[in-house]
């Protein structure tokens, strides 16, 4: 089992940064990626970003490309999110996810069926 936990969600301003957190315990030697979901009301969870564990190879979806950045710390099992020039419909509830099953060289995991643990998420709202 992998415990998953978030951080770091407020309220922010448009244009503002935030950076959000997920720790990791328990066997966290299994997992071999991380990903980042968010979650508006009425809405279905979409895919954010993700981060290899093995190679540092990340992937982003198009609405935060070139704003957000996924990062890791091996050494603490935490996995970071860089927010920069938040939008009011970046607000959400951004949930972290580890996903235990190593696919080689394709493409990285970017749907919510491939995760296998999921923390609790951290709310995120952006004023206008």
């Known amino acids: 089992q992998v415990q998953v936990v978030e951080s770091g969600g407020r309220l922010a301003q448009a244009g503002g940064s935030l950076r959000l957190s997920c720790a990791t315990s328990?066997?966290?030697?299994?997992?071999?990626?991380m990903g980042w979901f968010r979650q508006a009301p009425g809405k279905e969870r979409d895919f954010v970003a993700v981060i290899s564990l093995r190679d540092g190879r990340t992937s982003y979806a198009d609405s935060v490309e070139g704003r957000f950045t996924i990062s890791r710390d091996n050494a603490k099992n935490t996995v970071y999110l860089q927010m920069n020039s938040l939008k009011p419909e970046d607000t959400a509830l951004y949930y972290c996810?580890?996903?235990?099953?190593?696919?080689?060289?394709?493409?990285?995991?970017?749907?919510?069926?491939?995760?296998?643990?999921w923390g609790q998420g951290t709310q995120v709202t952006v004023s206008s």
């Open positions: 996810a580890a996903d235990k099953t190593y696919y080689g060289g394709r493409n990285l995991p970017t749907r919510p069926d491939e995760y296998d643990y």
């Open positions: 328990g066997r966290t030697a299994s997992v071999d990626y």
